[in-house]
């Protein structure tokens, strides 16, 4: 298979885009809303169909979170390898949603389970990436104590991706909770200094680290507002822009 080449109008030729969990809840507080599921693969449709090569980390905080279930009680560990496991099953709904939009999808885990996904290996997911196959990433690092912001740095950088796509509910970054304070500062770019001094809650501090070390761009977007993951990839002025400076 011929490597696509990305649209003329696309910033960005490979890119990593963060989900969380939650952003496949819809309205519920709980689970898996199909209708949202459906909505995100139309999303990622949408900029597949400009030839560019897109890779996903999806979180399972819509399923378990391994910090809430220490702070329950449960050992940590523990509880982070079932979060994991809660993100293979979103990876795994969000590739059946991909796939019924004749995208080619392939899940890789960094749990080894044969029977519902690859290993996680980096030349094989370069592979898919160049043969035109949206590669999801589940099951975080598979480590512990490491949140499935740290692996979407991680991966990010393991496959060259020239850009994080952090897909929130909200339109960037804020100087505080937009939610409960209306008077809050959006910033359209800010570096990785001012997130990690002012406290930001962009992705985690270890994220936020290696994304600095590497000169990595992030743009937080409000993936709820159709065609923003289009706009990301076509280099408009949308969502809050976290790099350098």
């Not at 391994?66 to 496991?85: F, I, K, P, Q």
């Not at 030349?123 to 160049?130: D, F, G, N, P, Q």
């Not at 990595?216 to 409000?222: D, G, Q």
Request: hydrophobic fraction near 40%; glycine fraction near 8%.
């Amino acid at each position: 298979m011929k490597r696509r080449k990305a649209e003329k109008k696309s910033r960005y030729r490979r890119v990593l885009l963060k989900l969380s969990g939650e952003a496949l809840m819809g309205e519920h507080s709980y689970g898996i809303d199909a209708t949202t599921v459906e909505y995100m693969a139309s999303e990622v449709k949408s900029v597949y169909t400009m030839g560019v090569e897109i890779a996903i980390v999806i979180g399972g905080g819509n399923i378990f979170r391994g910090v809430e279930g220490s702070v329950r009680g449960m050992e940590r560990a523990t509880a982070d390898y079932m979060g994991m496991l809660a993100t293979v099953i979103n990876a795994l709904a969000l590739q059946n949603a991909l796939e019924k939009k004749d995208i080619p999808t392939r899940v890789q885990s960094a749990i080894e389970m044969h029977e519902l996904a690859e290993p996680y290996i980096r030349r094989k997911a370069v592979r898919h990436l160049e043969k035109g196959r949206v590669v999801i990433f589940a099951a975080g690092t598979g480590n512990p104590y490491f949140t499935t912001d740290t692996a979407a740095s991680l991966r990010a950088m393991e496959i060259g991706a020239e850009v994080i796509m952090k897909a929130t509910k909200v339109d960037g970054v804020y100087s505080d909770d937009p939610v409960k304070n209306p008077k809050a500062k959006m910033f359209r770019k800010i570096t990785y200094m001012d997130v990690l001094r002012k406290g930001l809650h962009v992705m985690d501090s270890t994220a936020i680290s290696l994304c600095m070390d590497n000169a990595l761009p992030i743009v937080v977007f409000n993936v709820k507002k159709k065609g923003n993951i289009r706009k990301v990839i076509e280099g408009r002025n949308i969502g809050t822009f976290v790099g350098i400076k």
